[in-house]
């Protein structure tokens, strides 16, 4: 902690205040020093003085105490570990007392002072003493006096306020008991720096403001929000109690925040009931006697607003409070969805409150503003049950939660996606969490029900940040591709590797850093978009192979037919030809084998066989072109990728750069890229662009030439491909720069093989290795399209996740293109169960009102808005919550069964409308 | 069936009372016809309910929009005296068994029919077989629970338990549950289950204590159409009854003006509100009293009631069908008293470590998504209903009965609030009210139509209907309470 900041913020504005303002007599005085509001404060101002010069000592004390205050807090600089200590039970709540070295803990069964020493926890103080314990001593909170170490409050569970004074001389320390509220107290709370002022919340819907030199409460404040009559205040009646010193101010700021004052009239009252605070009036702990109220989850007063205080509400609204007004909240807005279990004013930031709900939000509202202003939001995983800002960090702040989740964390507010650091010390629900020093930003004291009280150290709290990977890389479904990486990172790259002069388009998005709080952990990334050159055509084979194939409804043989057809057309020669095989492998033998052969091996285009199949060379060489043509765009995209990912994954794979081209990269970027790699290896080398060089992408495609033409030879040729010597990856890798030349030469198949057939089982490990070379092409398409034609014969061979993994990719992928039939159908052709469900997930039919022609939202068959019931069976007047089938013609219509039947007697419409139904 | 089968007339399908069954015995010639009026409930005369329900219309739409049967049942004819609770009633039953939900529909069904026959409910059970089989139920699981998979048949010991004894569920029966095997239940399945468990138990309390009668036009299509198993004495159905049972109102009601034991009521409920501030128990008080009140709810019905038999006598009366029995194992496990097993010093359950608000919605929205938010809704608007009157008198503050009614059947099942002072409840619930609440909540199907009326007298029916509502809500809650404590210590 800096030694500047040691004084606290209220003790500084405070001290700012020449106390002699008070003292003066001259209203006319003070209206030149008021920027604003002159008039209304004039009256205020001249009562203040009077009340002032009535117990000129009680303003003189008061400025004593901010002192003592201002010195209490310049501690030296603390010291500790992380460690931790076993408690006999479950603790509910703790609190630091102010000299940061010792620590209170609250339970239903325990309550007692630790002090916090330099290796160790040391039990100081049991304070639950009597022979039997009583429900007094169940503690639902505890509080320590930020002025006085000697006072302490819990808030019992049976609704009983107990004040305990360690400067008691007996062993029982209890100093005080209130029992005015009806349940259980969930909260109580000192005034920052009155010392006799405690403010609790009640499960009763009540808050209660006491005043310790006093046996009852001195106002209630009820949640609920109801218009309490015109306030009377009993002069007569009042004691001089608080001394008030930043009244006037306080005014000003009331003013300024709430808006103009309806009169003069409500002025002076206004005037009246400030000087009222002052002097607590008699006689009012009766309070409004409300029927039903909210709970109060929480009461925090207002670091620095001196009569402000906020509640929290259990059907989600926060009330802001005056203390000298309990009749009615200044303030009220609702904050979360349920719950609102805690809140916390901001140390340094006036009108800054944080709120945490169980809606598992945080949220920090800035106040001053007219309106609540909601400044930030964090979602976290379970209900918040606790929160406080973390000193001296201004936008840090801790919370726990009350279920499920055991760990702390401590958020940046601006960062609400991350937690800036984690404790995972706890073992059950943390349920009260402190910072041990109001100006020492690193120790955190908790409690929790696993019976265990932690200091944690914040250089010893886990970093999710340090663990997320702050790099994204997606890519479009045309090829584009976007690439998020920390700014500094993208920046030093940028002058390793220009991009300039490029085709591609780098967009950057900045986000600027606050300059006012430097902060490692707060990302900041560069967004990168690299598009494809426009007019590349894309997907555009995708898409046509996706729509025309034919998955089932046909023989076997004249599926594979009729998609090698389709592949051939869109010049994907080398899927034909796998089609082509399957036909041969599992089709019966005769005559079509052979025609089948010829076409193979014509294929490589050095043999001008006529053939018996419907396509032929001249079909296939601008097939070839244009997917060439397709290629190199493709090719483009692909460039960028390698040097996209190599400057990605620089820090992890330094050779990258040196290594771009060879597998490394490609590979690493295979599993996003379905469906087009199988193409990559048609880039000729006279298409390859010049400013890179190195991006060829060698063997990962081409050996699938060798397989698949290797397939007809015997069967010590399909055991291991890798026997074969066209495959070899040294080999391929000079192959695939030369697949239209005559490298098919090379093959020769012979006839003989085929004249004695294998059985089609024979292949089935080769089929198999097929369908996961396709797959890891990348063309989940062809793996997919082929296990559905083929059916029973394979499957067996492959794994169900595996199956299903690739259904699940081809289907998103369908998706994505908006191929909806073509998705449907491969939902409904799979048999893998977890795919076929997906049918069954979001079937939700929308339909709109047949009265007012608005959507029916909640349900389909009631609408909300002409509050009728839009589907009416024709023929048992319901409501059709189900099938509804109605005619065409005359639009009646009911229960489909109900339709059915009445049609089997009536060929009328049964609603009567003279229409001649059909149901067909 | 009450006596022996001997006589297979209408009035076996009604257990008899304890005096009625006396004076069968004596006079074996009386013949008990079928009760002539079929209104939605047997307790409540016709024309109450109706004419509530002509005024509403708002009830009507609701039954369209949420009813699963797509008709106005009975329990929600009932139910419409209440239009504003109604609606958040209907919304969560729709929601847990129709919308969006870890369980597939016809288990759903099934599950309801397993929790409603711990109670031999058969009104509910009726009603989910249809359901059941609408939604694509296999029927031959209807059978019974050998013809159902093992995996539903695992969920008959937590049925048993929440049923009747929900203290006894620890992190072992979740365990037992969720431990991977083959017919493990996933931790969102548990708890779409056990909603609809507790949801059911209460349910079968409040059909029992407000007599739903059976629907009145049963279409039996499916063949399982059961025997309506009711425990409506004929006695109590009868509206003019012709047994004699003169013994029966004179000694042991004991006339009391039932006028002055409402003012008296009132005088009371003041007397405490204003004691309140003056007054203050001591904190050993405050936990006698519990543990008073606890001890003294064993003595209500099990001890000498005014049906005057013993306890052990009863119980070897209940004969169950074997239609509803199908359904469950174990019949024979039933209630036990809380405070009974305090020997073996069960703990009590302390509602503010454990509450609905904190942590069992946090829990159970978690595991399946927005059913928190409409139980919560529920149990709010039953927890703050009220019309301020309390019979004839208009503008009373009823929060502090209404509280004595939820925290007594809280109380029953072992949870204690810290900040209750249980003395209330002695001031404010009159015996017979005890005994009604007791049985309705532990024994709901041993309710007689003469417990619903012996108690609150002045007060009308739908001032009834709201208590039986408040018992309801007040079990499943505290069902649910076990049943999520026990898994929140599994998960940690």
């Known amino acids: 902690a800096g030694k500047k900041r040691t004084t606290s913020g209220e003790g500084r504005e405070r001290q700012r205040l020449p106390a002699r303002r008070f003292r003066t007599t001259s209203p006319a005085a003070l209206r030149a020093d008021s920027v604003d509001g002159g008039s209304l404060l004039a009256p205020l101002l001249g009562l203040t003085d009077r009340a002032f010069s009535d117990c000129p000592d009680l303003a003189d004390g008061a ?43 609250a339970g239903r069964s325990i309550f007692k002072i630790y002090a916090i020493e330099e290796e160790q926890f040391v039990e100081k103080l049991n304070l639950r003493v009597g022979r039997k ?128 004052m309806q009169d003069a009239e409500s002025r002076a009252n206004d005037a009246r009931e400030s000087w009222g605070c002052l002097l607590y009036p008699l006689g009012l702990c009766s309070g409004p006697q409300a029927g039903q109220s909210e709970s109060v989850r929480d009461v925090q007063f207002s670091i620095r607003d001196y009569f402000t205080f906020a509640s929290t509400f259990e059907n989600g609204n926060v009330q802001l409070w005056d ?32 709120t945490g709900g169980r809606d598992k939000m945080v949220k920090v509202w800035d106040m001053t503003t007219h309106r609540a202003k909601e400044m930030h939001c964090v979602q976290t995983i379970a209900s918040v049950a606790r929160v406080k800002w973390r000193p001296e960090c201004r936008h840090h702040l801790a919370t726990c939660s009350m279920m499920v989740d055991h760990n702390i964390y401590v958020w940046d507010v601006r960062r609400p996606f991350v937690p800036a650091a984690m404790f995972e010390e706890h073992r059950d629900v943390t349920t009260g969490i402190a910072w041990r020093h109001p100006h020492d930003p690193s120790f955190l004291l908790s409690g929790s029900k696993d019976s265990s009280l932690c200091q944690h150290l914040f250089r010893d709290a886990s970093q999710p940040v340090e663990r997320a990977n702050p790099e994204g890389l997606c890519y479009g479904l045309f090829g584009d591709l976007a690439f998020a990486a920390k700014e500094s990172l993208v920046a030093a790259e940028s002058g390793r590797k220009p991009y300039t002069g490029d085709r591609r388009h780098p967009i950057f998005f900045k986000r600027k850093l606050d300059p006012a709080e430097p902060f490692a952990g707060l990302a900041s990334s560069a967004l990168s978009v ?81 053939l018996m199949n419907s396509f032929n060379l001249k079909d296939m060489a601008p097939g070839l072109g244009s997917e060439t043509r397709l290629d190199r765009s493709k090719g483009d995209a692909r460039s960028d990728t390698v040097l996209l990912d190599s400057s990605a994954t620089l820090i992890t794979n330094e050779d990258n750069e040196e290594t771009e081209g060879s597998d490394v990269p490609a590979d690493y970027l295979l599993g996003d890229v379905e469906g087009e790699e199988d193409e990559l290896y048609l880039l000729d080398p006279e298409h390859a662009h010049p400013e890179d060089p190195e991006c060829v992408l060698p063997q990962e495609a081409f050996p699938l030439r060798h397989e698949i033409v290797d397939t007809p030879p015997g069967p010590e040729h399909l055991q291991d491909k890798a026997d074969s010597p066209h495959v070899s990856g040294s080999e391929a890798d000079v192959a695939s720069l ?28 080769l089929v198999r290795d097929m369908l996961h070379f396709y797959a890891e092409q990348g063309d989940v398409q062809m793996a997919v399209s082929v296990l559905i034609v083929l059916g029973e014969r394979v499957r067996k061979d492959i794994d169900e996740q595996t199956q299903e993994h690739w259904y699940t990719s081809y289907i998103d992928l369908l998706q994505r293109f908006r191929l909806w039939n073509v998705s449907n159908e491969v939902v409904k052709l799979s048999t893998s169960r977890a795919v076929s469900c997906l049918n069954q997930a979001s079937t939700t039919l929308h339909v709109n009102c047949s009265h007012c022609k608005r959507p029916m939202s909640s349900r389909g068959w009631v609408c909300d808005r002409c509050h009728r019931c839009a589907s009416m069976c024709a023929v048992c007047h319901h409501v059709v919550k189900g099938l509804f089938v109605w005619c065409q013609g005359c639009s009646h219509g009911g229960h489909l069964q109900h339709i059915m039947k009445w049609l089997e007697g009536s060929s009328h419409c049964p609603a009567g409308c003279g229409h001649l139904c059909e149901y067909s | 069936m009450n006596r022996g089968g001997s006589s297979p007339s209408a009035a076996a399908n009604y257990l008899l009372c304890t005096n009625c069954r006396k004076v069968l015995r004596k006079d074996k010639r009386i013949r008990v016809s079928q009760p002539l009026t079929r209104g939605p409930s047997a307790f409540i005369p016709e024309k109450e309910v109706v004419q509530a329900n002509t005024v509403d219309e708002r009830t009507n739409f609701l039954v369209e929009e949420y009813s699963t049967s797509g008709r106005l049942d009975n329990i929600t004819q009932v139910m419409s005296l209440h239009t504003q609770y109604l609606e958040s009633f209907l919304r969560s039953q729709f929601y847990m068994l ?10 759903r069904h099934y599950i309801a029919i397993m929790a409603a026959a711990r109670h031999q409910c058969s009104y509910l059970i009726n009603m989910h077989v249809d359901e059941f089989l609408k939604t694509g139920g296999i029927a031959e ?59 059911y138990h209460a349910l079968a309390s409040f059909v029992f204590g407000s007599g739903i009668n059976p629907e009145r036009d049963p279409e039996i299509s499916n063949g399982f159409r059961l025997i309506s198993v009711n425990n409506f004495c004929v006695c109590d159905l009868a509206n003019d009854n012709n047994i004699e049972n003169a013994s029966l109102s004179g000694s042991n009601f004991g006339i009391v003006d039932s006028l002055s034991e409402l003012e008296a009521l009132m005088e009371r409920m003041k007397r405490l509100q204003e004691e309140r501030e003056d007054e203050e128990a001591s904190q050993e008080e405050m936990s006698t009293r519990f543990e008073k009140e606890k001890k003294e709810s064993l003595f209500v019905v099990s001890g000498d009631t005014f049906h005057s038999f013993p306890h052990s006598d009863f119980e070897d009366d209940m004969i169950i069908t074997s239609d509803v029995s199908r359904y469950i194992e174990d019949p024979g496990f039933g209630y036990e008293d809380f405070a009974r097993r305090g020997e073996e010093h069960l703990p009590t359950f302390r509602a503010q470590d454990y509450t609905w608000e904190n942590h069992g919605f946090s829990l159970v929205n978690r595991l399946y998504s927005d059913i928190g938010h409409l139980l919560d809704e529920k149990f709010r608007m039953v927890y703050n209903l009220t019309y301020n009157t309390m019979a004839t008198h208009e503008d009373v503050d009823t929060t502090m009965l209404r509280r004595a009614l939820f925290n007594y059947v809280h109380c029953m099942f072992g949870i204690r609030y810290d900040d209750y002072d249980y003395g209330e409840v002695n001031q404010l619930l009159e015996r017979s009210l005890k005994v009604y609440i007791k049985t309705v909540t532990c024994y709901p199907e041993r309710t007689t139509k003469r417990m619903y009326d012996s108690y609150w007298r002045q007060f009308k029916h739908s001032e009834k209907v709201h208590v039986n509502l408040l018992l309801m809500e007040a079990r499943m809650q505290a069902e649910l309470l076990y049943a999520l404590r026990a898994i929140t210590r599994h998960l940690t």
């Not at chain 1, 076993?86 to 609190?95: E, G, Q, R």
């Open chain 2, 141 to 199: 699981w209807l059978n019974g629970l050998e013809y159902v998979p093992q995996r539903l048949k695992n969920l008959n010991e937590i049925n048993k338990l929440l049923a009747h004894r929900p203290w006894l569920i620890t992190k072992e029966h979740i365990q037992k549950l969720v431990k991977t095997g083959e017919n493990n239940w996933s931790l969102p399945e548990l708890v779409h289950a056990v909603v609809l468990l507790a949801h």
């Open chain 1, 738 to 765: 030369a697949p239209v030349d005559s490298s098919f030469s090379l093959l020769s198949v012979s006839h003989a093989l085929y004249d004695s057939r294998l059985p089609p089982d024979f292949f089935g490990v």
């Open chain 2, 98 to 107: 129709r919308m969006d939900g870890p369980l597939p529909l016809p288990y």
């Open chain 1, 63 to 105: 400025m004593e105490k901010m002192s003592r205050v201002t010195t209490a807090l310049g501690g030296s600089v603390l010291t500790g570990r992380t460690m931790h200590c076993h408690l006999d039970a479950p603790a509910n709540a703790i609190s630091v007392c102010r000299d940061a070295a010792q620590v209170v803990v």
């Open chain 1, 530 to 610: 690299f598009e494809t050159e426009p007019g590349g055509g894309g997907m555009r084979w995708f898409v046509d192979t996706a729509e025309r194939y034919a998955l089932a409804g046909r023989p076997l043989a004249e599926l594979c037919d009729h998609n090698a057809k389709v592949a051939r057309e869109l010049g994907r020669n080398q899927v034909a030809q796998t089609w082509t095989m399957l036909r041969i492998i599992y089709c019966s033998p005769g005559l079509v084998p052979t025609a089948n052969l010829n076409h193979s091996v014509g294929k490589g285009g050095s043999c001008g066989l006529p």
């Open chain 1, 133 to 260: 314990p009583s429900l007094n001593l169940s503690c639902a909170d505890v509080v320590w006096h930020q002025m006085d170490e000697n006072l302490l409050a819990t808030a019992a569970t049976n609704g009983v306020v107990v004040t305990w004074n360690l400067g008691r001389p007996s062993r029982n320390k209890q100093d005080q008991l209130f029992t005015e509220h009806k349940r259980t107290v969930n909260k109580v709370c000192f005034h920052p720096t009155e010392a006799h002022v405690l403010l609790s919340g009640s499960q009763d819907g009540f808050m209660k403001c006491f005043d310790l030199r006093r046996k009852d409460s001195v106002s209630t404040f009820s949640g609920e929000a109801t218009e309490a009559g015109p306030w009377e205040w009993a002069m007569a009646g009042w004691v001089p109690v608080l001394p008030v010193i930043s009244c006037c101010i306080l005014r000003l700021y009331h003013s300024f925040a709430h808006g103009p």
């Open chain 1, 323 to 354: 203390i000298r007004r309990p009749d009615r909240c200044e303030r009220m807005f609702t904050a979360h969805n349920g719950p609102v279990f805690c809140c916390d004013w901001h140390p340094e930031d006036r009108g800054w409150l944080a």
